[in-house]
DNA sequence: TGGTTGGTCAACCACACGGTTGACATTCGA
DNA sequence: TCGAATGTCAACCGTGTGGTTGACCAACCA
């Protein structure tokens, strides 16, 4: 799911299929590539799941999955409290250290 | 930042990094994996920002800079954000289209 | 039926990336 | 001062990835 956001190109799909479903020429159009590439950085995207398929005549729109969305978020959330939990721990282990005497301890002890 | 993210050996020293700092040799010890690539690992996670260094006598105890999170968690909201403001607009065209007659075609619709 | 349009498949190429090894710098401890 | 520990730098290597081109398939339209 990283690795598929890590391109910017991809990036920018993700982006503009926000607004809407949309074709691989479609998609492709604005871009100084060619279809092919934009097919492979779909294909990615689909292979994650952040991207689904379906046939339309001879079109194949491109649909967005919005829950992943969801999924990074906890992943972002789930991190970003632990972090803030070390910190409020480093917090109050600095309130309950009683004043060093020798500051170059100190600066040891402190991780 | 996604493409720092992008591998599973840089999300791992991230969320080992959550519980607190560490150095390269601690943080290289439990890999099948020489000291240098850690080193990599970690040039990668500071050149994207996650992580900070700095020098204290010969050891370089290696931080987890959170703010990172938040930034992530703003990105990923802005566009759960949009995404589903697309699907209520897509909720409401819907609601207002008149009931089609022939099912044929509105089993094309149907997406 | 034959063109045209929208996508796919396959082969290829250049380059970035994850990993290695070896040599070197710096700092602490004895 | 010497040795060991901790990191860094540089060169190298195999593989994956982003891109190309060319041929092909499938569906629509005239």
């Known amino acids: 799911m990283f690795a598929a956001l890590a391109d910017p190109t991809r990036r920018d799909l993700v ?8 074709t691989l ?5 604005p871009y100084d590539m ?10 990615v995207l689909e292979a994650a799941g952040l ?7 001879q079109t194949r729109p491109v649909h967005l999955e919005a829950q992943v969305f969801d999924l990074m978020g906890k ?11 070390r910190y409020r721990r480093l917090d109050t282990v600095l309130a309950e250290m009683p004043d060093e005497p020798e500051s170059h301890d100190a600066s040891k002890e402190q991780r």
């Open 34 to 43: 060619s279809i092919q590439a934009v097919a492979k950085h779909l294909a």
């Open 25 to 29: 020429t479609e998609l492709a159009e």
């Open 15 to 22: 982006a503009r299929l926000c607004d809407g479903d949309a």
């Open 51 to 57: 991207v689904s398929r379906t046939r339309r005549g």
């Open 75 to 85: 992943w972002v959330e789930r991190y970003r409290r632990q972090a803030e939990q």
